[in-house]
Structures are given as C-alpha cells and as structure tokens.
C-alpha cells in the first residue's frame, strides 16, 4: 500500500510540473502582444512606451527565465499581477473559489442522488421499459448542452412564472431562500449531466457483480431480493462507483465553466472565461494551473480510496 | 374697499394658490435624500478608476461619480456644447490673449477623499501627466489622449488657486475637451498607479469597496463640496456581462438604471411590455458605426473602389436591420438635433448611400468597373471586425450589401485585446468599426480619427489640404462660420470616404420611474456622476 | 476515464483465426443490428439524417443562411421562415441546416485528428513498453490533466479563432483519451500466442504492430470515435457560445444561442430552443450509436 501511494504521489507531482510548462507555453506563443493588449484598454500603441512597460511587467527577460520565475512564485502563492487590474492575481482569484466550491458540491451531489438510485433500479429492471427509459433520460443529460439546459430552465421560469432569478450573488445571510435557487438552478444543470454518467456506471457495475455466482448463491438461500442486492452487490460495486464520482467531481469545472456563466455566478469558472477573453495571461496561466491541481489532488484521492477499497492494492501484490 | 373689488382681490388669490398648486408637479416634487441604487455595467473595471490611461467607457463612467473635473456639461441638460459647460473645481474661468489663455479661478472649499486639502497644484499635475510634459513629476503608463492637449505650450500654478493653461495658438475648443467625462483631475500626491486599484478623488461619491466581477460600490462623499449633494447614500455598479441577464435584471428590478449605451431597441421594446412605468430617454451615443478601409494598400488605396463601398451600403437598411431602428443617419459629427457640428438631412440625402438603394449600388457598381471589378471579376477582401455582437450584426448587413455590387467579403475575426493594436498597425484591408467621441468638438474628432500620424485614423488616411482645413476650423472663433467649416470638411471626408459613416447610434436610456433627476446626454462619456440624482420611493 | 485493466472475458478472435464460413451479406448484419438493438439503430439513423442535412445543405436550406432581412427580424416560425428568423431577419432553419455542415465537420475532423493521432500513439506505447511506455503515459497524463473544455478554451485562445484551430483545439484533448484506449487493447493482444508466434517466427516487429495487432483494435477504436464525436460536438458548441469557436460568417449551433438567443430570448423563445434541440439530437444520436456498437464489437468494454 504505501509504495502505492508513493508511487501514485509521485506521478501526481511529476504531472502538475508537466502541466505547468504546457500551461506556460501554449499561453506565451499565442498571438498577440501582451503590451498591445494592455494598450487594447488605452485604444493606443506607442511605440516608446513599449519597452517601459516591458520591463516592469518583467517580460523581456528570456522565457526559461520568465517560467521558472513563474514556477517560484507560484510556489511560494506568489501569483503574479493581473493585466488588466494590475493587482495580486490571487487576491483577485481568492474570492471566487468558495463560489465555485459550493457549486461544485451541490452538483455532486445532485449528481450521486440522481444517478446512484436511476443505476440501481435500472440495473435492477435490467431490459424492461423502465430501464430503457432511464437509459435515455440519462444519455438525453449527456447529451445536453449544460448552459443551454441552463438557459432553458431560466427561459421557463421568466416565461410561465414571471420571475427572474437573482443576476447577482446573494449570500446565504441575505436571503437563504434566494441563495438555494441562485445555485440550486445551475446545480441541477450540471449535476444532470453528470448524473448521467454515475448511472451508467452504476448500473453496469451492479450488472456485473449480480452476475457473480455468489449473489446467485444468496438469491439461492432465500433471503429476500431487497437484502441480497444492497448487502452483497452494493459493496462490491461501489469501487468503481467511488472511482467515477471522484473523476466526475474533477471534470465538473468544464460544465461550471458555462453554467456560472449563464446564471452569473462569481465564480472561478467564469472569471476564467473572462480571463481568456481579455487575455489576462497571469490569471489564465494561474486559474488553469489551479484547475490543474484541483484535478490531480482529486485523482490522487481517488487513487488513494481506490488504494484502501481493492483489497488486492491494500494487502499488496 | 369696494365690494368688487374685494372680490375680484380674492378671486385673483384664488387663481394664484390654485394656480401655484397646480403647477408645482410641473416644477418637480421635491428632492429626497437617502437611498441608494443600482446601476447597471457590462463590463468589469479594465485598469480600475485610471481614467487617464484608458479610452474605454467602462472606466470612465463608473470612475465618474468619484472623481471632478476643472469643468464638466451640466448634468441637467441634454446636449453638451459651450453653452452648456458649468464648473466644477473651478468657479470662474476666462479667455485671454485672443483665446491664447485660458486662466481657471479655483474654488477653495474642496478636500480631497483622503481629507488633504485641492489646490492648483493637483491641476497642474494631472494636466502636465496627460500631456507627457517634459517636466512631468510622474508618468502614466500611456495617456491615449495626450494629443487633446498638444497644442499647451505651458500650465501655470501662480498661487493655490489659480491654475494657467499657456497655448501655442488659439484654441476655443481646449474648453470642451477639458469639460469630458475623460479628463477627471486626479491628486498630486497619489501616486498614478494607485489609481488603476483604487480612487482617490473629489466627486460626490467615496469607493466604498470594489469586488472584482461583480460590483463597485460608492457611499455619499460627507464633505462634497456643494452643499446638500449627494442626495443618494450610495450608488453601486453590477457587473452583467450578459447581455440578456442585463436586459432580465433591470426589468426585475434588480437593476434601476441601465449604463449608457446598452438600450437597444428591442430591449426597449421588450422593458416597455414589461414594465409600462419604464423611463427611457432616447438620445444619441455620440458613436457612429463605420467602415474602415486601408488607404494604404490595394484595394482601397483607389479612392473609387472606397466611395464605391460607401454607395454600396444602403445606410437606411443598415439602420434597420442592425438596430431595429435604433439609430439615425449623420456623417462624422453628430447630427442635430442631437449634436451641433453635424449635418442636416437635406446636406446628408447628396451623399453616396443615403439615396435610393437601387440607385446607390449602380453607382458602385459603376466605379467598380471603372476599377477593373465587374461580376464577373468580383473583388475578394477580408473583412476584420472585433468578435462582439455589435459589430458583428453591423458586419454581416455590409457583407450582404458588397455581395450585390461584386465584391466578396469573408470575415476575419479579431480578439477584442488585439484590435487597436491590428487596426493602428494596418493589419487590415476593410473593417467594420465603431467610433466614440468623448466630446462632441470637431477638433477631438478630426485630429484623432483623420489626421496624418494619428494611431486612431486606423485608415492611415493624410492629406495635406484636409489638415490645413483642419487648422483653420480650429482656430475660428465665429461658431456660425466655424460650423459651415465644419460641415464642408464632413462632406469632403465622405467624397475622400476613408471612413465612411453608416449611422449615428441611439441609445433608449432606460431607468426606473423612482429614479428622479437623471439626465441622460448625446454622448455616453458625459454624464453619470449622479450627484443631483434622487429616489421617490 | 481511469484505467481500467481489461477484464479477462471474452476477446474477439484475431482476424487470421477466423473460421471459413461465408461472411454473411451486409444487410442482414445491419437487419440484425436494428432488431437487436433499436435504440443505436435509432441513433444511426438520426446520424445519418443529420449527415445528409449537411451534405445536401445547399438543397434543403429555404433561404441564404448569411443574408440578412430588416424587415423580418425576430420573426415567429411561420410558412415563409420555418424555424423563424433572427434578430438579423436571417432564417433560423437555413441557419441550423448549414450548422450542421460546421458542427459535423469540426466534429468529425476533430474526432478523426484526435483518434488517429492518440490511436498511433497509444499502439506504439502499448506495443514497445518498456520505458517509452511510460514517458508517454506521464505525457498523456498532462494531457488528460485538464478537463476537455478547458484545455480546448486554452487552445483556442492561443491558436485565434478560425475554424482550423478550433479543429486543432479540439483534437489535442482527444489524444491523450484515444491513446488511453489503444494500448489498453494493444496491451491485451500483445501478449496473445499467435502473436508470440509470429515474432518466434521472426516477423519485424512494425509489422507485428500493423498486420496482426491493429486490425484487432479497430472495433475499440470505432467505439472510441463515436463516443468522442458527441463530445467534440458539444465542446465546439460550448466553445462557439463563449465565442472562442467557429467565426463568422459559419452558421455555428453554439453560437447561434449566445448571440441571438441570449439577448431576445423573452421577445423570441425559438431563438433558444431550435439550435439546443439541434446540438441535442446530434449528441444524442452519436452516443446511441456509440453505445450499440460498443454492445456489439466489443463486449469487454461494457463495464468501462
């Protein structure tokens, strides 16, 4: 087990180092000046001014140096300095996490107590009309645009109840009632499609263990159907069941990512669209890598539970 | 007295209380105090409050209610010109030396946010910043309109109080520029980079906080110096990137007011059903949708492939099918009755693609062959046009326009962070832009958009004997004679059509009918620092 | 995904082993397909109807997609605009049909690019192990690192926005999933006898990779393309919402609803709904289809 977990530990951190300098290539060989974008504010290129403002954003040195300045840093939560707010880029970055954290949570979880019990009972019904439409409900959620779900439900609630949902952040002391639906609404968007992918898994884990001849051995004993299923199946499922929620959790920013866009939520997901769009390079460089982490700290832990669920891992090869 | 006449004195009593009752609504209720509201943005601060180091309105506006200027358009009327510049930090001002001179009588009440006393000497430090002055204590990243003030020769502070501007040549309309929404005074002793973080200002309202992405929230400034105003507690700016959730949080009233320029027609339309008790004051931008085309490489360097553009685009359809309506014709000056430089329709009918479309395009169409472009040799171009929506819908209309005299477009998009930089680099063959001008003067329209060396005449478009036209408008002190200049070199820019002007854009102002004492102006950059502004309810 | 070994079930006969039966004719093994599985069948066929919208736009669009109508702006579907029409006055169903030309192709080049690339990738991974296996796992985990919508926003913003680069864009995260799958087959067939059997006899191994291991891989690998397609067609649509996708003048289904839609959509509702409904239907279609041939080619990936 614990070479496992070193073993995995140490990839994890060979990875974030890799991705640091993709993150850090592709953005410095884009197109486009980076002064030229800060001008972009002023709708002004001077050609004098240039080379001042290149040196005190610290950009004429050589790239290597420029990365490894970078990676310094970052490391010490030195994150450099937004272009177009000229402050701390995590000062403006900090803010928003809770945001999206909360989001990504509540999604999650719509998403386990959709998909989980839609898997079972599919599993269960295995071929029958009910399993068949849980089927396409659930690949209907895959296949939906997040954000246009999104845009629909608030389309529906302007159209047949007159009422707009809350275009700015409400904090749960203001008002708990408006802060459930401000992200009540885009959790159910996302979870849905996330749903979707825990069902499938679900239902395909517990087909596999109820085809093992020891569930047969149960079914055989006469306990009754309920037991058999949640005692035996349920446990011996839930590996990959675990596996794919952690993954799901990981993945979770690219439906965020429009979601907190179309409801409006301050969150890191749209700040990063934004961020691309202004070509912020600071912010997208640092929020990417973040994501980055994010990722890779949810595989690890993943891995890690993995780890501690498979018996084969946890007593050892 | 006599009876009659006791009657008729008290009948005339009568009238004159019933009167006076009768027309005080006409007068206005009075103001109150307290309150706040909320006020559309469709963009977060790019640079914070420097206003001076950014020509983007979504820093200048929300900077406004911060900040003061020597002399500002009054608040309350609807068009800015002249005539209609009130003081702010300074009380009195006057020309001398034949317009050579302009001396400023500072008011000597005013404190700084921080508590620090305003002097001259703010003044000139702003001012000597923004031009680069050699002698400049502090320099701003870059100053976008360090030409505004080209022709000051030297700023004067001879005692706290009173403030110099020394010019090269006469210009009257130094005045208007200084009177923009673009030429706040900052402080001598805040340093110019704290101003992209915070602000430090003498307006109406103190930065209470500014939470990036979603709001920057002002409270009531105790020690303004007009007695009596602010009447709001406080203002703040929601940041709504959306278009559509913008539109949706000022019909729920989550928003009072909308920003300047973001009230299309159909969102009227749309606000109006939904809210009949919406106010919306319809008045200009004071921005133009144009086409740019580079005069420097071929195609457009032929000046008849560049007015066979200009017949080409029937410029009532574009108003229509871009705007819905929303927009109205004028060439590069601001047509009345929404501005005073520009032209008047009758002048506007004789110019290429203002008459009937049929018409128009065969005109093109004869140019175009006289350039070697028939249908069946079309002209195949690149359009460049910024990756946002107004542009867009104006850029797929004129496509469609060229289409039908033989000339191919496609469209290149470029990222809004790269555009001035391509545009002021000549990267370009034709492109579709938009024009704003911070004040409503033909000198900041001319030398910025038009004048050789320019880094905004993105046509790269010079000619000597324009120029001179130029000059010489800037330097007449007659307005009736200045005006009819004005107008000849308007009509002399549409023949050369470097940038032909499609249309002058409207904005439907909307805010809610609680909100009292706004006025909205024929330009976007001009009002907003909500200090006479106050909540019914 | 996470890797998952390859449960030790059944594995398709190698294609050398085959037994000689007369190979049954093409419509009885699409008629067997549709009885056994309606719902892929279902998907195949809006694939296919989607395909010909695309191919045919030209004929079955009613009007321009690009020319625009002042006079017919926000239209209601009705017999002149049947989808109705945009704020531009453009008709909405021309617009969709052309969409589909941009969304298949961005789809399918994407998918192939991104496929083939991680398929080589992979087969050369799984096939020389060893060492290069491993620097190129950790490669691939980089690349995996980062969900596929913001790896795609990334490179779209680095590349500028042109329809070859959202292509490009979309591939580079397709690889690194393409790879994954490959060599996990690969790794299964390597270690089969015949193969042991044909390097004892002293085949190269370049030919070993290409003759007896690939053509084993092509059921997993059309699995894998479906599967990605719906993604690819998803991740452009996103893309083209948040404006970093397709440009101008292309009729985009993404873009549609950010541009249009989001602005009018009390005054318009079908501005809204038809491009979704599109999108939807595509993917939709895709991982039907994906899904029934990953039941039939190949049933050890069923659990995965």
Not at chain 1, 95 to 102: D, G, N, R, S
Request: charged share 20%.
């Amino acid at each position: 087990m614990k070479t496992y977990l070193a073993q995995r530990l140490g990839i994890a951190v060979l990875t974030l180092v890799g991705m640091s300098i993709v993150i850090f290539a592709l953005l410095r060989f884009a197109p486009g000046d980076i002064v030229d974008i800060l001008f972009s504010t002023g709708g002004y290129v001077n050609a004098e001014e240039r080379k001042a403002i290149m040196k005190e954003l610290g950009i004429d040195k050589p790239l290597v140096t420029q990365y490894f300045e970078w990676v310094r840093n970052f490391l010490t939560g030195d994150l450099g300095k937004s272009y177009r707010y000229d402050q701390p880029a995590w000062d403006v970055i900090r803010p928003l996490i809770p945001v999206t954290l909360e989001l990504a949570v509540l999604s999650t979880l719509v998403a386990v107590l959709l998909g989980v019990p839609t898997g079972v009972i599919s599993a269960i019904r295995q071929d029958t009309t009910l399993d068949y439409v849980l089927r396409v409900f659930s690949l209907a959620g895959l296949s939906m645009p997040a954000f246009w779900l999104g845009m629909v439900i608030i389309l529906g609630l302007v159209s047949y109840l007159q009422w707009i949902p809350p275009v700015t952040y409400v904090s749960p002391r203001e008002s708990l009632w408006l802060h459930a639906v401000q992200f009540g609404l885009p959790a159910l968007a996302v979870g849905y499609r996330s749903s979707a992918l825990i069902m499938r898994i679900t239902r395909s884990a517990l087909l596999e263990v109820m085809r093992e001849d020891y569930i047969r051995t149960a079914w055989a004993k006469g306990q009754s159907e309920r037991i058999v299923i949640w005692r035996h199946a349920l446990k011996n499922a839930i590996l990959p069941v675990v596996t794919v929620i952690g993954i799901e959790f990981a993945f979770l920013i690219g439906g965020l990512v429009v979601t907190e866009n179309v409801f409006n939520l301050p969150g890191v997901a749209r700040f990063l669209v934004q961020a691309i769009l202004w070509r912020d390079y600071p912010i997208v460089q640092n929020l990417v890598m973040f994501i980055a982490v994010v990722v890779i700290l949810s595989n690890l832990f993943v891995d890690m539970l993995y780890g501690f669920l498979d018996p084969r891992v946890r007593y050892g090869n | 007295m006599r009876k009659p006449m006791l009657v008729t004195l008290a009948a005339g009593l009568a009238i004159a209380v019933v009167g006076g009752l009768a027309l005080t609504p006409a007068i206005g209720q009075a103001p109150k105090s307290g309150g706040t509201l909320n006020i559309m943005a469709r963009e977060d601060l790019a640079q914070g409050f420097a206003t001076h180091e950014t020509s983007t309105v979504a820093t200048s506006t929300p900077s406004l209610p911060c900040f003061s200027n020597l002399v500002f358009f009054d608040p309350g009327k609807k068009t800015d010109s002249m005539d209609s510049i009130v003081g702010e930090l300074a009380e009195k001002w006057s020309w001398q030396d034949n317009y050579k001179n302009l001396v400023f009588f500072l008011r000597k009440d005013v404190k700084w946010h921080d508590g620090k006393p305003f002097t001259s000497k703010d003044v000139k430090h702003t001012f000597d910043m923004v031009r680069e002055a050699p002698d400049a204590p502090a320099k701003l990243r870059i100053s976008p309109r360090k030409d505004w003030y080209a022709n000051v020769e030297h700023i004067e502070a001879p005692d706290p109080y009173t403030v110099v501007f020394r010019l090269k040549r006469p210009q009257p309309s130094l005045l208007l520029m200084l009177a923009s929404g673009y030429s706040p005074v900052y402080a001598a002793h805040v340093p110019p980079a704290a101003y992209r973080t915070g602000c430090i200002g003498t307006g109406p309202f103190k930065l209470k906080e500014w939470r990036k992405g979603e709001f920057i929230e002002y409270v009531k400034n105790p020690d303004f110096y007009v007695k009596g105003r602010p009447y709001l507690d406080g203002i703040r700016y929601v940041v709504i990137v959306e278009r559509g959730t913008r539109t949706a949080a000022l019909q729920s009233g989550q928003l009072d007011v909308a920003f300047p320029g973001e009230t299309g027609r159909t969102a009227m339309e749309q606000l109006k059903k939904a809210v009949p008790t919406m106010v919306f004051q319809p008045v200009a931008q004071n921005v133009s949708d144009n086409i740019i085309m580079n005069t420097k490489k071929p195609p457009f360097d032929n000046p008849k492939v560049r007015l066979a553009v200009s017949y080409a685009i029937d410029r009532r359809g574009l108003i229509q099918a871009a705007h819905q309506g929303g927009a109205v014709l004028g060439a590069a000056m601001l047509p009345r009755p929404y501005g005073v430089w520009g032209m008047l329709e009758k002048d506007l009918a004789a110019l290429p693609g203002y008459g009937k479309p049929e018409d128009m395009k065969a005109q093109a169409k004869k140019l175009l062959a006289e350039a070697g472009i028939t249908a069946q040799s079309p002209l195949k171009v690149e359009m460049s046009v910024r990756a946002i929506a107004i542009y867009l819908d104006m850029a797929s209309f004129v496509i469609n326009e060229l289409k039908q005299v033989g000339i191919e477009s496609t469209l290149k998009q470029i990222e809004t962070a790269q555009w001035h930089a391509t545009a002021t680099r000549g990267d370009y063959q034709i492109g579709a832009n938009l024009t704003g001008l911070g004040t409503d003067d033909p000198d900041a329209n001319f030398y910025e958009n038009y004048a050789c060396g320019s880094p905004r005449n993105y046509s790269q478009y010079c000619s000597e004997e324009v120029m001179r036209l130029f000059d010489r408008q800037s330097q007449e002190l007659d307005v009736k004679k200045r005006t009819a200049m004005v107008i000849d070199i308007q009509k002399r820019l549409e023949q050369d059509a470097p940038r032909p002007i499609l249309a002058q854009r409207l904005d439907y102002y909307a805010h809610w009918a609680h909100v009292k004492g706004l006025v909205a102006h024929n330009n976007v950059y001009n009002f907003s620092r909500f200090q006479d502004v106050w909540r019914d309810k | 995904m996470a890797t998952s070994p390859a449960s030790p079930a059944t594995v398709p006969l190698p294609a050398t082993a085959r037994p000689m039966v007369a190979r049954p004719g093409a419509f009885t093994v699409l008629g067997r397909f549709v009885r056994k599985k309606p719902l892929g069948a279902a998907g195949g066929f809006i694939m296919l109807a989607i395909t010909l919208t695309a191919i045919f736009a030209n004929v079955v669009e009613t009007h321009d997609p690009i020319a625009t109508d002042a006079a017919q702006t926000l239209g209601r579907p009705s017999t002149e605009h049947w989808l109705g029409s945009d704020h531009l006055g453009r008709d909405v169903y021309s617009r969709i049909v052309h969409g589909a030309r941009v969304s298949l192709i961005v789809g399918i080049a994407s998918t192939l690019l991104g496929s083939f690339l991680g398929g080589i990738i992979g087969l050369l991974s799984g096939y020389i192990g060893g060492k290069t296996d491993l620097i190129t796992q950790r490669v691939l985990d980089i690349l995996q690192g980062l969900p596929l919508l913001v790896l795609a926003m990334v490179m779209s913003a680095a590349l500028g926005a042109s329809i070859q680069n959202v292509v490009i864009a979309i591939s580079v995260p397709i690889i690194p999933r393409a790879a994954r799958v490959i060599r996990s087959s690969v790794l299964s067939i390597r270690e089969m006898q015949y193969v042991e059997a044909a390097r004892a006899v002293g085949v190269r191994h370049l030919r070993v990779a290409f003759r007896h291991i690939l053509p084993n891989t092509i059921g997993p690998f059309i699995v894998l393309m479906t599967a990605q397609l719906g993604s690819a067609i998803l991740v452009e649509a996103t893309l083209s919402f948040l404006g970093l996708g397709v440009p101008e003048p292309y009729p985009s289904w993404g873009r549609m609803l950010s541009v249009s839609a989001a602005e009018y959509a009390q005054k318009a509702p079908h501005l809204v709904l038809f491009p979704g409904v599109a999108i939807s239907l595509a993917v939709f279609g895709s991982n039907l289809l994906g899904d029934a041939l990953r039941d039939t080619l190949d049933p050890r990936l069923r659990g995965a």
